[in-house]
């Protein structure tokens, strides 16, 4: 699957159109750049999984874009990258070629860039529709696939039930052919096998014996032997299964079927041309047959079967090895041989009546093959030898019995193919063909001679002895070679046993030279310094002789040798090399017959010395020998080691540092990198390897070649130290900024041969340091350059001016800006002198520089002019346009503005100079009565300068704001505070208010928000409408903040405005509520209690985008400010009211009477409902003793008395004027601001009605006095009231 | 009628300055960087020893990009102009390509000239 393909690349000689089509795509996607047919290839290379699309043009020198397409194409990166051709090529021919050539679309330049977009855009889509599109495909077959492969089974595994073998059998054959397979597709490739036609041939095995379905029951299951007419109809289950595999044509795969076909035919043919049903011979059968064959024979002999049992593994292939049954390729057997021990393994896992799991998968294949892929069998190579040598050639592994007679030119060793154990076989031999007198010699000694071969690790051992030869009818020599094969491993006894036929020759040779040249040699060892040393080649390298040298070598003499160890020479290795010795030996012996080998000696002294071995293998006696001399190299490793340290230490540190070093050849030109340019770009340097190359093709961006090139050149030259700075691509498609720095070396003769740089990522940096700079160089309000920044530009400029060419400085000023400053506000003149100095910037060239220099002031210079007129001309534009801006908006000042010029070189050659000459010019502009434009002129300016000097300058002049001040609007806030000051009616007095406010500033709508309490929903709560105007305050009740986006209070700046010229500039949001009511523009305030958002005050112009002067501000900021006292009173009260009427009906509907008395003079504060309801003349202010009592003084027993110094008392009390009984409660409270006493009475007359009749009720004043509990006030008078009377007590 | 006198000047003389601002993105400025820039383009002067020394071949390879820069930058006149030309070339005409050398050349040096001038 792909990554993301965001990357475009654009390849065309022509800077100019990159440089077009750059910037129609630049926004969505990276561009990458290509100037050339060859950088570009090399760019397809690197980002060919990043690529969407490649914009090809067609003319371009040295490979064009025809040659780029082929190679794409051949290169098959067209299935991946689609190309468009861009070219100015009209002809019908070089459309057609291009569509020939595999190019996806073609379009024409000059080229409308809003096309191109679109047709890269759908392009791009396409192509990843078509590569998600394979992917699709593909896991679609797959399945199909897996769901074929069930089926198959599952119609094999009924034909087997039918006759008698139980399922596993399929799945064994299916099993042995796919390992054998795999065995066949590494090591013959001739038959040209891969993963997927062994999966093919695998699945289509399981259908061999799918004509047994044709084969009637009797025969098929026959338990004994059949006849040659039962057999011939056995055989014809190869024919009937192609007749009916041929009527599946249909199923569709058809190389399936065919090898379905192929095994069903032919997998009972023989290798020599007498097998079923055609007598194929050799190579012709198909190698899925045989396999299959193989597969089969293999499983019928390990499985029980009708007409016999199952045979052991081990008989089961030394018959099919030796050709017992069925006759197979010698190449297949010794595959075969190689995966005998998985068959074996198998053939137990999977054996009837056994089953791992339900699916279809043999356990780790893994294991497997990786075995068999170690064991490289060269087969090929090695029949050809054995065909060369045309002698007998026996392989036997001793380990797992089994033994095999690969190649025989004569029937005289045939015993050996006799069947059994090797020994049975071996015996058999010897008894029959070899020579009676050498019987005894080579049998007695099989036992003891391989034993001691492996044992001793010898590789080669020979023995002579005559064997009978038939065609003669007599004995001849052999001498017997036993070879050892797979050294590597000391417990596997694999050997083979070759016989040559050496004639007379006797076995015996020592002849006098012989002896000779042994004495000789023996001298010369003696002599030699150094070790010299003769040894078996054996496991332990036994030394048969040794020189003199090695005593002085090792520091040991012989019998030390001998008894410490045994002459062994591995046994004086250092421990640590012993093994790599000896496997050293083994390897270098394999491809020659000499070795060379370092190692470790320790000395007697206990030194450590460094060996250098270098030997070569003699034969005698039948065993081999290595001859060798040993040379003390121990000096020469040191100096290599400290060598290699050294240099390790610079990988080292090229490695820890982020940047990337490299080295440049000179004379080589070749440039290699550490590896932190791969960690850094994400690829390897593969343009970059020299300098000729980064000229033409690399991932430089092509516009900074030059400096490149640069860099290259001073260091070619010589020069000790040159830096340049360029942009590299990266892996995603960006180009990062890099800084690359370089120092020479020189050769004797002072010449420059290398060198050795780095390179820095100055990415980051450089955007930064650019950002900054532009930052400092720019006006904040305007964009334009400030002061110091143009001062910067018009000194670069006229310092490399050229002779003949005029610079014009421009100093322009704009009129009476103060005014409007003053008249409409700071805001608004922010917003005008931003209009002017866009209109200045449409009015000039790209390259003049434009500038703001004060706070009305602008300065615009124009560079390389040819003449004046060019300048005056643009003065005079800017000074009409100037006059149209604003119009009709600024009807109260209108705006115009006065421009001074001075020219270079005439009027001055510096900065300084031109700006006052030009400063000059503006001041007679001005006093020329402004709105028009003045150019210096020396003859009479000059001198008028210095006479005016004080007041000349027209800059400089401060932007004050008048003290005039708001006259009108400050009696129109006066005349507010009094209404709402005086007002009866607080919110009759805020509507008119804003009626005036509204009728005042002739706005659409006039306007108060109020929030709840939470400050999450606001309520239009006021609201004055111009004539003609829709209300809008039904719809604009509890409006959640939430539905304006939530961030409404931030509209209101620090001073609590919310200036909204154009509500198009504000969100969504809150266009969406703004726009239904017809509102262009708005003015807020916001009103605050304790610093806290409470709502505002607004306006509304719906006529059209209002430009809000200061004058309203003020006078809104004071009203809202006023309103917001006033209102939020209005609303305290309210609130208190509320809360207040609460507390009252909770007192008046308690079933108490409670009334709040004044603790000295027991005035009634307040009286509850009940009490009322019983004493209606009592009133407040009325005295409680007389009002309850009709007493004229209080009474004596009063819960209420004294209540500031005692306790709270409960009293039970008459009241005989009412006639009720009450317990009586006195508390100490506050009331209204002062100290009070509450007193409640609850109703208990119910309770004492008993006790009341025991009680005489007293008269006034004497009488006896009751108990305590029944005392009874005494009644006062009270006010004649009937209905109290009528309680009924009362004497 | 644009904010460039230059290129004021270069619709005056015939020029398709709306087509090549389109391209350019309708940023004037982008378009008078390459507008100056043409001025320094050495392509038009490798025609005409192209065509003396005989070499069809270099002379179309040269005219062949000048048409397109033309085109791109709406230079009306001369591009057609050089599509004749380079129509001759292609065909391998020299005789033919020869003769209509002198109209390019001529409507080539009046937008240099223009160029120059600053749109005046």
Known sequence: ?1291 | MSNSRLIDALTELGADTEGALRRFMNNEAFYERFLLKFMDDKTFDAIAPALEAGDAEGGFMAAHTLKGIAGNLGFTALYEAVCVLVEFLRAGDLDGARASYAPAEAAYRAVTALLAGGGN
């Open chain 1, 1 to 1291: 699957m792909s990554g993301k393909r965001n990357v475009i690349l654009i390849v065309d000689d022509m800077e100019i159109n990159r440089a077009i089509l750059r910037g129609v795509l630049e926004d969505e996607y990276h561009i990458l750049e290509a100037e050339n047919g060859e950088q570009a290839m090399l760019l397809v290379e690197q980002y060919r999984s990043a690529i969407a699309v490649m914009l090809l043009d067609v003319v371009m020198p040295v490979k064009n874009g025809y040659e780029v397409l082929k190679e794409m194409s051949a290169r098959g990166f067209l299935d991946q990258i689609p190309v468009v051709m861009v070219t100015a090529e009209g002809s019908a021919e070089s459309e057609v070629r291009a569509f020939d050539l595999g190019a996806s679309d073609i379009v024409m330049k000059p080229f409308e860039p809003h096309v191109i977009r679109r047709r890269v855009q759908n392009i791009i889509e396409l192509n990843l529709h078509k590569l998600h599109l394979e992917d699709l495909v593909e896991e679609q077959a797959q399945s199909l696939r897996e769901s074929n492969e069930i089926i198959t089974d599952a119609l094999s595994s009924v034909i087997e039930y039918r006759s008698m073998e139980s399922g596993q059998h399929i799945l064994r054959i299916r099993m042995f052919t796919k390992i054998l397979l795999h065995d066949v597709a590494c090591n013959c490739r001739e038959y040209g096998l891969d993963e997927r036609k062994i999966e093919s041939i695998t699945r289509a095995a399981a259908m061999h014996d799918v004509g047994k379905i044709a084969i009637p029951d009797s025969i098929l299951n026959k338990p004994g032997r059949l006849t040659d007419g039962e057999f011939e109809i056995m055989k014809t289950h190869t024919t009937k299964g192609c007749a009916m595999l041929d009527g599946l044509s249909r199923l569709g795969d058809q190389e399936y079927l065919r090898y379905a076909y192929n095994i069903c035919r032919y997998h009972h043919e023989r290798w020599d041309g007498r097998g079923y049903p055609d007598k194929l011979k050799g190579d012709n059968i198909p190698i899925c047959a045989q396999v299959a064959g193989i597969a089969d024979c293999y499983d019928a002999l390990t499985t029980d079967r009708v007409y016999k049992k199952a045979y052991s593994h081990e008989k089961a292939m030394n018959m099919i090895l030796n050709g017992e049954c069925g006759a197979f390729s010698p190449k297949l057997l010794e595959c075969l041989k190689n995966v005998g021990e998985q068959f074996r393994v198998l053939a137990r896992e999977y054996a009837d009546g056994r089953s791992p799991s339900a699916d279809f998968q043999p356990r780790p294949e893994a294991e497997f093959l990786h075995e068999v892929d170690t064991a490289q069998l060269t087969q090929t190579k090695y029949f050809t030898v054995l065909r060369y040598l045309n002698v007998p050639v026996l392989e036997v592994d001793l380990d797992a019995d089994i033994y095999h007679m690969v190649y025989a030119p004569n029937d005289d060793f045939d015993q050996l193919r006799s069947g059994g154990s090797f020994r049975q076989c071996f015996h058999a031999f010897v008894q029959s063909s070899v020579h009676p007198d050498d019987r005894r010699r080579v049998e007695e000694t099989m036992e003891n001679y391989l034993g001691t071969f492996f044992e001793e690790g010898l590789m080669k051992r020979s023995r002579e002895y005559r064997v009978f030869r038939r065609s003669t009818g007599d004995y001849h020599w052999y001498r017997a070679t036993l070879l050892r094969i797979d050294t590597e491993d000391p417990h596997r006894h694999r050997a083979m046993m070759i016989w040559r036929d050496i004639g007379g020759e006797l076995s015996l040779r020592r002849s006098e030279d012989g002896e000779k040249t042994e004495q000789g040699v023996v001298a010369l060892a003696r002599n030699i310094p150094g070790g010299i040393v003769q040894c078996r080649n054996d496991s332990q390298l036994t030394m048969v002789r040794a020189g003199a040298g090695l005593t002085a070598m090792f520091g040991y003499n012989e019998e030390e040798i001998a008894q410490r160890f045994q002459n062994r020479l591995l046994a004086m290795l250092h421990p640590d090399d012993r093994a790599q010795a000896a496997a050293q030996v083994r390897e270098q012996l394999q491809a020659g017959n000499a070795v060379e080998l370092e190692y470790r000696v320790r000395r007697k002294d206990g030194s450590t010395v460094w060996v250098l071995d270098k030997g070569q293998v003699v034969e005698e006696d039948g065993d081999e020998y290595l001859y060798c001399v040993l040379v003390d190299v121990t000096r020469d490793k040191r100096a290599r080691e400290e060598l290699r340290l050294s240099l390790e230490r610079h990988q080292i540190i090229m490695d820890q540092t982020d940047d990337i070093i490299f080295e440049w050849d000179m004379l080589t030109d070749q440039i290699s990198y550490s590896q932190n340019w791969e960690k850094k770009f994400g690829y390897p340097p593969a343009g970059e390897r020299s300098a000729m190359g980064m000229a033409s093709s690399s991932h430089i961006y092509p516009d900074d070649r030059p400096a490149l090139e640069e860099l290259i050149d001073k260091l070619a030259a010589g020069t000790s130290y040159a830096q340049a700075e360029y942009r590299i691509a990266a892996a995603d498609g960006r180009y990062l900024w890099c800084r690359t720095r370089a120092s020479a070396q020189y050769d004797e003769n002072g010449r420059p041969i290398k060198a050795v740089g780095v390179i820095l990522d100055v990415d980051s940096e450089k955007s930064r340091t650019r950002a900054l700079q532009a930052k400092a160089e720019m006006d904040a309000l305007t964009g334009l350059c400030n002061k110091a920044a143009m001062h910067r530009r018009v000194e670069q400029y006229l310092e490399q001016r050229e002779s003949g060419e005029i610079g014009a400085m421009l100093i322009l000023d704009v009129d009476n800006f103060k005014l409007i400053n003053d008249s409409y506000g700071h805001m608004f003149g922010d917003a005008v002198l931003t209009q002017i100095s866009d209109r200045i910037r449409e009015l000039f060239r790209g390259g003049d520089i434009i500038g703001r220099i004060g706070g009305d002031e602008f300065m615009v210079f124009l560079p390389r002019l040819p003449n004046r007129e060019v300048a005056e001309n643009r003065a005079g534009l800017l000074v009409e346009s100037f006059r149209e801006l604003f119009e009709g908006e600024l009807d109260k000042c209108p705006l115009s503005c006065s421009i001074g010029i001075a020219y270079a070189p005439e009027d001055g050659l510096c900065y300084q100079d031109l700006f006052q000459r030009a400063d000059r010019a503006l001041y007679q502009a001005k006093s020329q009565g402004k709105n028009c434009f003045v150019a210096y002129d020396g003859r009479w300016m000059d001198q008028s300068f210095e006479d005016l000097a004080p007041a000349g300058s027209a800059l400089g002049a401060r932007i004050d704001s008048d003290e005039r001040g708001a006259t009108k609007t400050s009696g129109f806030i006066q005349y507010v505070f009094q209404i709402l000051y005086r007002a009866g009616n607080v919110e009759e007095a805020v509507e008119s208010i804003l009626e005036m406010a509204g009728r005042q500033f002739d706005v659409s709508r006039a306007y108060i928000f109020e929030n709840d309490g939470e400050n999450r929903h606001s309520t239009n709560t006021f609201e004055w409408c111009n004539t003609g105007i829709e209300p809008q305050i039904d719809k604009l009740q509890s409006v959640s903040f939430e539905d304006l986006g939530g961030g409404y209070m931030e509209n209101f700046n620090e001073n609590g405005i919310f200036y909204c010229p154009d509500i198009s500039e504000l969100p969504q949001a809150q266009q969406d509520i703004l726009v239904p009511q017809g509102i262009k523009s708005m003015l807020q305030c916001a009103i605050r209690d304790n610093g806290r958002f409470r709502g505002w005050v607004g306006f509304d112009e719906n006529g059209e985008n209002r430009l809000w002067t200061k004058d309203q501000i003020d006078a809104l900021t004071f009203v809202a400010e006023l309103l917001s006292v006033f209102l939020l009173k209005m609303r305290a009260q309210e609130k208190t009211e509320t809360a207040a009427q609460g507390l009252l009906m909770a007192l008046d509907n308690q079933n108490s009477w409670i009334y709040v008395v004044d603790p000295d003079t027991y005035e009634m504060l307040f009286i509850n409902a009940k009490t009322r309801a019983i004493a209606p003349e009592a009133e407040v202010g009325m005295c409680c003793y007389r009002a309850f009592f009709g007493r004229s003084g209080p009474c004596e027993q009063c819960p209420a008395r004294n209540i500031r110094t005692s306790v709270n008392r409960t009293m039970e009390i008459y009241n005989r004027i009412l006639n009720v009984w009450s317990s009586a409660d006195a508390a100490l409270i506050r009331w209204e601001g002062r100290e009070a006493c509450l007193l409640t009475c609850h109703d208990i007359t119910c309770y004492k009605k008993s006790r009341l009749e025991e009680c005489p009720p007293g008269g006034r004043g004497g009488g006896p006095r009751p108990r305590f509990l029944d005392w009874a006030f005494r009644v006062c008078a009270i006010r004649a009231n009937p209905s109290s009377i009528q309680k009924g007590f009362v004497s």
